[in-house]
């Protein structure tokens, strides 16, 4: 489930990176449907050690000044996102009590992400916006 200030660094690493209490600037990255850019490991030469763990956010493509950095989602691989293209275009494929757990779920995570005021880069009226079409679908 995604959490404001929090990201997950998958393998070889599989860390959490959570920056809830303390951090820079970097903290206020958000995350959306379109990212425009990454979070990658780093290492760095150091006075105390040979190297150091570090963080950075990374653009995919050239920003604009002033242009909002956005990471990409982080979805559990069996997260009820990943299905969300197929039950909107064929939800009668799908047995009734798969439905009923899928919306339970992106109700949660509708639930979850607002009450953490937690809101998709894309914007509320992005028709293909995850969370708008996870509304929906609720």
């Known amino acids: 489930m995604p959490k404001p200030f929090v990201h997950l660094v998958g393998p070889p690493l599989d860390l959490t990176l959570d920056s809830r209490i303390t951090g820079d600037k970097g ?3 958000r995350s959306g449907c379109r990212p425009n850019a990454v ?3 780093v290492l760095c030469p150091s006075d105390r050690a040979p190297e ?3 963080f950075g956010v990374f653009a995919l493509r050239d920003l604009k000044a002033n242009e909002e950095v ?3 989602w982080e ?3 069996g997260n009820a996102v990943h299905n969300l293209p197929a039950l909107i275009e064929s939800p009668y494929a799908f047995p009734p009590h798969q439905l009923h757990h899928f919306r339970n779920q992106m109700s949660n995570i509708l639930h979850t992400l607002a009450s953490t005021f937690t809101t998709c880069a894309c914007g509320a009226r992005a ?3 995850a969370l708008t079409q996870m509304a929906a679908f609720v």
């Open 27 to 29: 903290r206020f990255v």
């Open 39 to 41: 979070l990658r490991p």
């Open 52 to 54: 150091t763990l570090s």
């Open 70 to 72: 956005v990471l990409g």
């Open 75 to 77: 979805w559990d691989d």
């Open 127 to 129: 028709r293909d916006c």
